[in-house]
């Protein structure tokens, strides 16, 4: 069983042409194990290290995977990181910090982001498309 909450359902079949828009996330989202075990297909708009937002995660553990190109993400151990009002529904605090450091991931490469990870995502000057698997911690 997977069970989302948001203000919009995001289970139209695209947006705006696109498949796997972030606002198609729930149509694309792949049950494996309920809620201990699924994976997320999307498309990752272009975005700049300025727009990117450290995030991180109590509960699950990111498998992030670019699949179409390189994906440049940043990194803070979340030892590092204030506080941060933290989101239990969608498992989520972001962070108005600067990455500490940078590093790109290769299609087919994986990057593992723990609880104690905090990341900045999906950093392209162009669309791609990714899989995030999200694992029960």
């Not at 940043?74 to 500490?100: H, M, V």
């Amino acid at each position: 069983c997977l069970i989302h909450f948001d203000a919009h359902t995001d289970l139209r079949d695209d947006y705006l042409g696109a498949k796997l828009s972030h606002a198609c996330v729930m149509r694309r989202s792949h049950d494996i194990l309920g809620d201990d075990l699924y994976v997320n297909i999307q498309d990752a708009s272009p975005r700049g290290r300025a727009e990117a937002k450290l995030e991180s995660h109590q509960r699950m553990v990111d498998i992030q995977i670019p699949l179409s190109a390189s994906e440049e993400m940043g990194y803070t151990p979340l030892c590092d990181l204030p506080k941060a009002e933290y989101n239990a529904q969608k498992d989520i605090s972001f962070y108005g910090e600067t990455p500490q450091t940078y590093f790109t991931v290769k299609p087919n490469q994986f990057v593992i982001f723990f609880p104690h990870d905090g990341h900045a995502p999906a950093i392209s000057p162009k669309e791609f498309r990714k899989a995030i698997f999200k694992v029960k911690a």
